[in-house]
């Protein structure tokens, strides 16, 4: 039997960092987010019965398998089987630099495992088994918009896609290398020594509301702002760590002003970020060539992705 299990990122309007203590990933602030339709993780799946150990190859590569030992362990044990695992997955964007390839492969690796073991979890427990991979990965098992409540073992459906269809998120990719500081470990960081992350903690929950009651009514005006307050805290967070942690690179903070003069001028455009030095634009469809342009004014280098709302998780056995 082989299984191809497909899973789009997770880009969080309202940002999780920080884990609580105890427990695997279990998020010290709640989050909001979108799947990015057109975005794509895909993971074959096959059982090898014969084999020593489980194999996880990503783009070519042989991974460590440490990563994912407690999660292929986990539905191994639920199925009562001793067989290994090789699963191999492709993403159709960068790796590793901020763009949540975590998020997508994580819950690929999550949605194959359940359907090559026949274990049949929800969608629930799939959300808590993608976790334990990364925690954006438990946001990651849904389409549309998502909610990851503080200290919650999985992910919620907040909204379908169809709910703001025209809503865009433009990925401006300036730098595809691989990021020097993994979110996992600058998580910890920024959490066992900088002195801004209670005030990150104490803000977290009104902003998740604020983005939240935004995103329902649809106003993009107040979810660009909770956002932009939202990626910005946790960014202070990582700066004042020590030692600090530093993604932003030259053209991230071109982008980051060239957003506030679009917005000056009467475009509707809100940047956010994540563990990396990328910059992601909110924006509507009426509004996605005009603000590429821009962009690519001052960034001419820069690889644009336009994505809306959607990424369904797909699932598909061969026997
Ligand atoms: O769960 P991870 O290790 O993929 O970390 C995600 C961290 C951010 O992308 C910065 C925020 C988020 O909520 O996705």
Redesign the pocket.
Known sequence: MTVTASASP???LI???GKQPGGV?LPATS?L?VTLEGLRTTTRLRLQPEAAADEVVLAGRLQPTATFSPMIDLVRARAGSDARVRAESENSFPTAA?I?S??SGFAALALGLDALFETSLDRRELSSLARLG????S?AVYGGFTTWPRGAEHAEPAFPAGHWPELRVIVVVLRAAAKPV???SG?NRTSETSPVYPAWLDESETLFERGLAALEARDIEALGTAMRESYLL?FASMLAAKPPIVYWQPETVAVIHAAESMRAGGLPVWETM??GPQVKLLTTQAHVSRVSERVLAIAPAAELIVAGPGGEPEVRGER
Do not use: P, T, V
């Open positions: 997770s880009l969080a940002k999780y960092w990933n989050s987010a901020g949540a975590s998020s990364s925690g954006s990965a946001r993994s979110s996992r998580m946790m994540d563990a």
